[in-house]
C-alpha cells in the first residue's frame, strides 16, 4: 500500500478496535484486570498481535494522550516482551504522522470519531486539527487554554511553543481570533506565560463526527 493507503488503513483500524473492545468487555469493569481479556484487545493483522497502543505508539508514531488507567488497562497488554522492545515494528509507517494525534479516538471526551479515505487523507487530517482546535481552544483571564492533546502533537511534531501558538491563531474562527486579539502583545513578549495546558478530558463519551451521521 502507498503511505497514505497505510496511514488511512491504521487510523481507521485503531478506532474500530477501540468501539470494539468497548462493546465487548464494557467500562470500569473488574475483568479487565484478567491478561486474557486484555490481550483480546487486539486485532490479528497479518499474523501480527496489534492493540491501540501498539498502533499510536510503533506504527503511526504518535506517543499515546495519557489517558486514565481504565483505559490504559484496556488496551495495554500487562506484561511486555523485553528482548526486541527497540526493534522497528514490521508495520510501521516510513516516517510518522503526528497530525493523527487528532484522528485517533479513546472513547473519551476529547475524541470525536470519524472514517478516513485515503485519497482525502492529509485534507482530513488537517480539517480534523482545525475542528480539534476550534471545539476545544479558548480564551479566560488573559491567557490562552490550550488542550493537551496538542502539547503531544507539538512534541512529536518538533514544534516550539511559539510556532504552535501561531498554527492555532491560523486555526481559529473569526470569533475566536477576536477574542485572541488582546492577547496578541502578550503572546510576542512572554508567550509561555500566557499559555495554559488544559488537562486530557478523559471520561468516557463517544462523539460521532457529522459526516457519520447523515
Not at 489517558?67 to 488496551?75: A, E, K, M, N
Given at each position: 500500500m502507498t503511505h497514505e493507503e497505510q496511514l488511512c488503513f491504521w487510523i481507521n483500524i485503531h478506532n474500530a478496535l477501540v468501539m470494539h473492545a468497548f462493546l465487548a468487555y464494557g467500562i470500569h469493569d473488574k475483568r479487565l484486570k484478567s491478561t486474557d481479556m486484555i490481550l483480546k484487545a487486539a486485532y490479528n493483522v497479518g499474523g501480527e498481535s496489534?492493540?491501540?497502543?501498539?498502533?499510536?505508539?510503533?506504527?503511526?508514531?504518535?506517543?499515546?494522550?495519557?489517558?486514565?488507567?481504565?483505559?490504559?488497562?484496556?488496551?495495554?497488554?500487562?506484561?511486555?516482551?523485553?528482548?526486541?522492545?527497540?526493534?522497528?515494528h514490521p508495520y510501521a509507517l516510513h516516517h510518522s504522522e503526528p497530525v493523527a494525534h487528532f484522528a485517533l479516538s479513546t472513547g473519551t471526551f476529547s475524541d470525536p470519531v470519524r472514517l478516513y479515505t485515503a485519497k482525502k487523507i492529509h485534507h482530513q487530517l488537517e480539517r480534523a486539527r482545525t475542528e480539534f482546535i476550534q471545539a476545544n481552544v479558548a480564551v479566560k483571564k488573559q491567557a490562552l487554554l490550550l488542550p493537551k492533546v496538542l502539547h503531544y502533537y507539538a512534541k512529536d511534531a518538533a514544534l516550539e511553543l511559539r510556532h504552535l501558538v501561531e498554527l492555532v491563531c491560523e486555526s481559529t474562527s473569526e470569533t475566536q481570533r477576536k477574542e485572541m486579539a488582546q492577547l496578541q502583545h502578550r503572546l510576542r513578549k512572554r508567550i509561555d506565560k500566557c499559555v495554559e495546558w488544559l488537562p486530557y478530558k478523559s471520561n468516557f463519551r463517544y462523539v460521532v463526527h457529522r459526516d457519520l451521521a447523515e
Open positions: 496489534v492493540n491501540a497502543q501498539t498502533i499510536q505508539n510503533s506504527i503511526l508514531g504518535c506517543q499515546s494522550h495519557r489517558p486514565s488507567l481504565w483505559v490504559r488497562t484496556l488496551f495495554t497488554p500487562a506484561k511486555r516482551s523485553l528482548a526486541g522492545s527497540t526493534a522497528r
